[in-house]
Every structure is written in C-alpha cells, then in structure tokens.
C-alpha cells in the first residue's frame, strides 16, 4: 500500500488471506514518495518467492500499474477512496492500463475482494482445499446458489473459458482468444447471456468447475451483469472485460463489472481489453522488447523520421 493510513482498508484483504491459511506479508511502498524502493521490490519480487501482488493505493493510483509494469506476477489492484471524487479517480488509475501491462481490479475499498481473488488463483493451481475453504467463505457470507467446492477431475483437462453476452462482443473478446491461443493455453469460446439465458448461466456457472474449467473470462457490455453474476456462482477466479456498447462509453460496463461486493470479487480489466485478460508471462517479456526497441528506434532516427515510417 501507499501509506499506512490505507492499512484501515487494506487489512480487509489480509484478514481473508488468514482466514484461507495463505501466508503473506504487508508493506509499505509509495509510486511518488519511495520510487526506487518500488522499483527494488517490483524486480525481485518474483525471485523472492511472491506469486501474487494486492496493491492499494488512492487518487492518481500509481502503485499498482507500476509494480504490474516491473514485474511479471499477477497484481490486483485496490482503488482506494480519499479524494472528492469518492474513489472513481482511483478506480479509473488502476483498471485503465493499456495493452500487455494488466492490473486485476476490484471495487473501491474492497480489499476483501483482492484477497479472496488472490486466494482463488493459487486455488486453481492445484490447491483443492484452498478453493473449499473460499466457497465454504462465500456460502458464509450469504450466497446460497454457490454449491461447496468439490474436488477438481483428474479425467479432464484444465482450461479457460472465455464467455460473452452475446456474439457482438466477438471482435473485442477475440483478443483473448488470440493470447491464450498463442502460449497454447487450451480454451473454449462460448456465448452465456445472463439477461437472455438467465438459467443456461446458472447452470453453466455452478458447474464450471466440475467441467474442467480453471479460469474464466466475462465480456459484458450496457449493464454488463454476466462476470458478476458467473463468480457468485463459482469459486474459481473470474476475470471480467467491460465492453463499449453504449452511449456511456464503456463505463457503464466498468462499474457494472469491478464494482462487485466484497464476497464476490471480479478481477477487472480496462474498457474493451480483452487482450489484458488473456496476458501471460511471456507475453510481457515480449512487449517489453518491444518497447525498448521502439524507444531505441525514436532515439536514433528523431521523432518526425520516426513518424514518417
């Protein structure tokens, strides 16, 4: 987190990693205060031993876009409420990064959400009895339509979904596809609409996990209640694309789909970014380079031959 005075919020996360028997530790690093100390943690954190990132941080929210920028663990990001515009200054810092650099986001002040996330992607991995203690939580906090988790088959092949209200959102949601597809991720595309086939969603959603399935990502536009509406049904981790299909630009979808209560967290990426959603690791190496190589490029040609080519 950026200061201790976000520890108020950010505990909520911690108390839910407890709860799981995750272990994990608290920090306090700030984007703008101790920048080379977040560049130090960022860099190592993935040779010490760290396999998930919750950040927290409030008003221009840098924290969390940089640390996902410098290293290539999952960060899920906390928009925390501390400015007259109540948090959405936040919110819009951490889930609005651009392409290869995605930050996991969950509502304003909900850290609760961000551990119970973060529990439910070291859940897929393998831990069945982690992925029992988050459903055994959420059946706690009141959601009755989610079943107990069981064990995961042996007999089928873990595999992502990528899940959309209807065939509209195809062209945005297609870049989820193109990313898993090109790490040879095993994954299925399939149309769930939750206002259209309230019931087929509900019976695809309670049964995701004895299907095979690891990961699922929602593309929703308008309303957008499908990423929502699928992780209060299962306890595997939901990754939600907020598409721009109305009038308000997408950020009717954004806070339809991020702004989920604290027992059903969303991981939350930016407008239309289905690419984010289906990230991995080496694709980030990829950018990277990319990126270096273009800055090289525009360092030795100037800008105006650069723009000319």
């Not at 690093?29 to 100390?37: D, F």
Request: proline residues 6%; glycine residues 8%.
């Amino acid at each position: 987190m950026n200061s201790d005075s976000d520890l108020a919020i950010m505990n909520d996360a911690a108390k839910i990693l407890s709860m799981c028997g995750v272990p994990y530790e608290v920090r306090t690093i700030s984007a703008h205060r101790t920048p080379r100390m977040m560049l130090d943690y960022a860099l190592s954190a993935q040779e010490r031993g760290i396999r998930i990132i919750i950040a927290g941080d409030s008003s221009a929210a840098h924290l969390p876009g940089m640390v996902a920028a410098l290293t290539p663990l999952p960060v899920i990001g906390v928009p925390l409420r501390a400015s007259a515009l109540d948090g959405l200054d936040s919110l819009l810092s951490v889930v609005q990064m651009p392409r290869g650099v995605p930050v996991a986001t969950v509502a304003i002040d909900n850290a609760r959400s961000a551990g119970l996330l973060a529990a439910k992607m070291l859940g897929v991995n393998g831990n069945v009895d982690l992925l029992a203690r988050v459903s055994q939580y959420q059946e706690d906090a009141g959601d009755d339509v989610l079943k107990k988790a069981e064990k995961l088959q042996k007999d089928v092949t873990p595999h992502v979904e990528i899940i959309m209200g209807s065939d509209s959102d195809l062209p945005v949601m297609k870049d989820a596809a193109k990313i898993l597809s090109l790490f040879d991720v095993p994954h299925k595309v399939k149309i769930v609409s939750a206002h259209r086939t309230p019931e087929m969603m509900f019976t695809y959603a309670s049964s995701a996990q004895d299907q095979g399935i690891s990961i699922i990502i929602a593309g929703a536009g308008g309303a957008a209640h499908l990423p929502g509406m699928v992780a209060a049904l299962t306890p595997l981790p939901v990754i939600g694309v907020p598409v721009r299909s109305s009038a308000l630009n997408g950020i009717d979808s954004l806070l339809s789909i991020v702004q989920m209560r604290g027992d059903v967290p969303v991981a939350t990426v930016a407008i239309n970014n289905a690419t984010n959603a289906g990230l991995m690791s080496q694709y980030l190496k990829d950018i990277k380079n990319d990126v270096l190589t273009k800055t090289e490029k525009l360092e030795q040609d100037g800008w105006e031959s650069y723009l000319n080519h």
